[in-house]
């Protein structure tokens, strides 16, 4: 079959190596792609949230897939698009707008999780109208203090506080456009001490297949220390998941979520990621995606060692209860490497060499272009190296050996990635 991948960055990469495996896949085309997908595809110069031309790509390439990775097209009513008459014989992996806002909205999020008896956070929901209410709720409230812009503000809208009066003045200022439209309405939130974690599900809005966890590592410093980042690696298995908290996820979380979908009567086919934070043995739900995550697809994807196609198949058909899947008992380790000065003010266009010199890892594009026929970067993260091995241990080991033989100007890396495990 014809298939379309949405998207651009690291997560897309690695989708689109795992997807080109297939003996189902007769074309892949990804839009826009990168660098690394042109090696696996064909690139196509179309934006992801160009919804009518994507539309159209589709009828003129016969186009039998769609796969959607970043998450403003879904919240934007790209799946609803392609469910018009003319491209229904369209599958896609996406939900439509209605359950992508269990990520384009907090407060949708918050009061499903509420109906559904899902275990977060205690919140309060705050718009320009219960501002007295809001500050007065932070008030109530121990230090430290969480902040969460209602809508997508690119990874950004979530704040930290552990000042009350800052905490109030920054309440006022997201209120007042901090993060324009996204910061409308903000959730106040009870921070919860624990360790987070990552767990991913494929559904047909129906049935669910679990894929492997994740935990990936935010700030930009080394000992989790700086500002935050879109994430500057992952590993995969988690080491202190074990049996009593994965079937604790299964029962309290990922059922009741997928229940929740079906009641809802959401369309909704496609990938629930689930972040979550374990506190004293119990998980709790700090955010929902509404796709996959990044940079935990690099280390998710390469450890299934089934068709991805064949299950995306299966859940575009409503056929999931009587898949499986086989994953790779490995370990996964991935180390971004981003340009000098992120996640602030950065250069780019700087010449990246030594790719060759790689080996025995996989190196999955982010932030890269071609320049006459010189790769260069492009972004804040530039690229993630990919190792399996029989511990995240020695998968970082070689993950950290290979990003040492990648060379651009300003090039930065975490080497303790898993740290704390």
């Not at 998207?7 to 839009?31: D, P, V, Y």
């Not at 998941?241 to 079937?247: G, I, K, M, N, Q």
């Not at 979380?253 to 979550?276: A, N, S």
């Amino acid at each position: 079959m014809n298939i379309l991948l949405i998207g651009s960055g690291g997560r897309e990469h690695t989708l689109a190596w795992k997807m080109a495996q297939s003996n189902l896949c007769s074309h892949l085309f990804i839009a826009p792609g990168n660098p690394g997908t042109a090696r696996l595809g064909t690139n196509v110069n179309l934006k992801a949230d160009d919804i009518s031309s994507i539309k159209s790509f589709c009828l003129d390439h016969q186009i039998e897939l769609v796969v959607v990775g970043p998450e403003a097209p879904l919240v934007e009513g790209l799946t609803d698009a392609l469910r018009a008459e003319d491209t229904r014989h369209i599958g896609v992996i996406g939900p439509s707008a209605q359950g992508a806002l269990l990520e384009g909205s907090k407060a949708f999020a918050k009061k499903f999780m509420q109906k559904y008896d899902i275990p977060t956070a205690a919140y309060l929901e705050v718009s320009s109208e219960n501002l007295d209410e809001g500050l007065l709720f932070l008030s109530s409230m121990s230090s430290p203090y969480v902040l969460k812009a209602d809508g997508l503000a690119a990874g950004k809208g979530v704040l930290i506080i552990d000042d009350l009066a800052t905490a109030q003045n920054e309440l006022k200022a997201m209120l007042n456009g901090k993060f324009g439209n996204a910061s409308a309405t903000v959730v106040i939130e009870q921070f919860l001490s624990g360790i987070e974690f990552s767990v991913f599900v494929l559904t047909d809005g129906k049935d669910y297949m679990l894929l492997p966890e994740a935990k990936d590592y935010k700030r930009i410093g080394e000992g989790d220390t700086g500002l935050n980042t879109g994430g500057m690696g992952a590993v995969s298995p988690v080491p202190f998941v074990d049996a009593t908290l994965w079937d604790k996820v299964i029962e309290k979380v990922v059922k009741p979520t997928i229940h929740g979908i079906r009641q809802e009567q959401m369309d909704y086919v496609g990938f629930v990621f689930f972040g979550l934070i374990n506190v004293g043995g119990d998980p709790y739900v700090i955010e929902y995606n509404c796709r996959m995550g990044d940079p935990e697809t690099e280390v998710v994807i390469p450890r299934i060692k089934s068709d991805l196609v064949a299950l995306m198949q299966d859940a575009v058909s409503g056929q999931l209860s009587g898949a499986s899947i086989e994953v790779d008992d490995q370990a996964a380790a991935t180390v971004m490497l981003v340009s000098g000065g992120y996640p602030g003010a950065i250069a780019k266009g700087k010449a990246i060499y030594g790719l060759e010199n790689v080996s025995d890892s996989i190196v999955f594009h982010a932030g890269t272009a071609e320049q006459e026929d010189q790769l260069v970067t492009s972004g804040g993260r530039v690229m993630a190296v990919t190792s399996l091995d029989k511990d995240f241990r020695e998968a970082i080991k070689k993950s950290i050996e290979n990003a040492e033989k990648i060379h651009f100007d300003g090039k930065y890396f975490r080497r303790d990635i898993g740290f704390d495990l």
